[in-house]
DNA sequence: GTTATCAATTACCTTTAGGAAAGTTACTAT
DNA sequence: ATAGTAACTTTCCTAAAGGTAATTGATAAC
């Protein structure tokens, strides 16, 4: 039976590894919650221009409401005029720093391999 | 000066994490790797009809080349007939084991987030 | 009343990812 | 000669991701 635990646990693993890529997979998530780690909470108009680098408003807006979707980061809106709205990351987020952190390792060490070859 | 050391730690992270994700990102490159590590290496059909499920012929072929590629796995021909090829794991290719811990146990505490709410 | 700012949204388009189905090559077994 | 197997490859197609540029709505400053 031991076999069969293992079967099955080898089946959620890779089911909650597709849960996570079919919300985090794509050029941009990951690098919105690292700015945000980084930077601390933004408005729009940071996001855009300074921390990612290279999205599009469209993009942005419509990854920022997945991300709120799913948890991870909140949207306020201030009252200031202009009205600016601040993205902050939620204490569930924190749960994707280890990725992210993986993510930046291994980036790193692969650099060097390829560069290597 | 510290400051600027410490942007520039940033950005570097930044680039590394796109690295990562320009290689990695998408359906299928982590559920073939998590295959791997957990039945070891394995052949063209098992990788298709059992470990990664739902994986079309086409597109594995194209993401072992670029596993290989990028150093990640090995491709053996074996004296067997008819040929049968053997893919494998490389030295290299543990330093997406962290990222892919990460990636499953955010998937199961998304899950449970998700549910809650 | 014109211009500017912020946070988008809309329309349009191109590129990439990915899937389905059939075909290919090399070999073996019957 | 025919059928089967393994590892692909090819063709064709759709859907999703992502980019560009212009526009919107609310507000305020000049």
Redesign the interface.
């Known amino acids: 039976m031991d076999e069969n635990v293992c079967i099955e646990t ?1 089946k959620e ?9 079919e ?5 941009w998530k ?2 919105i919650l ?2 945000l780690y ?2 601390g909470s933004q408005r729009f108009k940071d996001l855009l221009a300074n921390s ?2 290279g999205i599009s408003p469209k993009v942005l807006s419509k990854e920022l409401q997945d991300l709120e979707n ?2 991870l980061i909140t949207r306020t809106v201030n009252n200031t005029k202009p009205v600016t709205v601040t993205y902050a990351l939620t204490k ?1 987020a924190a ?2 720093q ?14 060097s ?2 560069i290597a ?1």
Do not use: W
């Open positions: 080898s693993n890779m089911l909650a590894l597709k849960d996570s890529l919300l985090l997979s794509g050029k990951f690098c690292l700015s980084i930077y990612v680098g799913n948890l569930h749960e994707t280890p990725v992210i952190n993986a993510l930046i390792t291994f980036g790193k060490k692969h650099r391999q390829i070859k």
